[in-house]
């Protein structure tokens, strides 16, 4: 990682914009944008288990779960989502609050975009609970709260990196589904690179943490941090075979043309 100067700009922790589900023209618009610089690129993105996407009782797509997305690799990460879930439900982003205003252009399309969750840079405990109100109002309206939730260094191809503690949380608190979304082919970018996302099925946060409804513990509890140690673990065992299977999946032949490799680090 390249170092941040500490004069850098960030977005201030908390939810940006309006919480709603429904996109707006600049989220359609962007939308649209991703897709037309895909390809121009010629990235081929391939796009399995919509079927298992939340529905509401008269056939439409849901929101209120989680898209948990592993593993995070490059800059193009959080566009695949965007553009392989529908475009309503809206996703609410949850990143780096330096990331996103890096530069003016930045700073201005989100200001327009809205339904951003910054995460300082910082290690400010108080914009801990900023965080989980955030996602709380993004999951209560309807949105999807889409998050990548690795953190630590870099693992092997193949691999997931250790999960954030935050996903926990979160998905437990507000009874919110997991929704796994597997990349694969997002380790290397190039001119008609091959890309997968793989929609897992949703996973049920109090199943994974060994709980019941009556039995969930109180918020800011030794049980509560125990339950999420539980479902990390078990978030982990869930995504590890299909990280695996993407990666074997996309992973180019020996003889493959890597024509502008240089997209790899385009946005660093």
């Known amino acids: 990682m390249r170092p941040v100067p500490p004069h850098e ?3 201030a922790a908390g939810f940006h914009g309006r919480p709603d589900p429904r996109p707006g ?3 359609r618009l962007l939308r649209l944008a991703w897709r037309a610089i895909a390809w121009v690129l010629r990235l081929r993105l391939d796009v399995d288990g919509l079927e298992h996407l939340p529905r509401r009782a008269d056939g439409r797509f849901a929101g209120g779960w989680i898209a948990a997305v592993v593993p995070h690799r490059t ?3 959080p566009f695949i989502p965007w553009i392989a879930l529908p475009t309503e439900p809206r996703l609410a982003f ?3 609050a330096r990331t996103m205003a890096r530069s003016p252009l930045r700073r201005w ?6 339904g951003v969750i910054p995460i300082p840079a910082g290690h400010d405990a108080r914009t801990v609970g900023l965080h989980f109100e955030a996602a709380q109002r993004a999951l209560d309206a309807g949105m999807v709260f889409c ?3 690795e953190t630590g260094p870099p693992a092997p ?6 999960l954030g503690a935050g996903i926990g949380y979160i998905a437990i608190r507000n009874r919110a589904a997991i929704v796994p979304i597997v990349l694969g082919g997002n380790d290397e970018l190039y001119l008609g690179r091959r890309l997968l996302a793989r929609i897992l099925p949703p996973l049920d946060p109090l199943a994974l943490a060994s ?3 009556a039995g969930v513990p109180p918020p800011g509890s030794s049980e509560e941090r125990d339950a999420v140690h539980r479902l990390l673990e078990a978030l982990a065992a869930a995504v590890a075979e299909p990280v695996d299977d993407a990666n074997a999946q996309t992973r180019p032949s020996p003889d493959e043309a890597k024509r502008l490799s240089a997209l790899t680090t385009l946005f660093r």
């Open 9 to 11: 700009p960030e977005l």
């Open 25 to 27: 023209l600049t989220y």
């Open 75 to 77: 800059w193009i990460d």
């Open 94 to 96: 949850f990143g780096d």
């Open 109 to 114: 399309i989100l200001a327009r975009l809205g």
């Open 147 to 149: 998050l990548m939730p």
């Open 157 to 162: 191809p193949g691999s997931i990196r250790r």
């Open 211 to 213: 709980l019941d409804e």
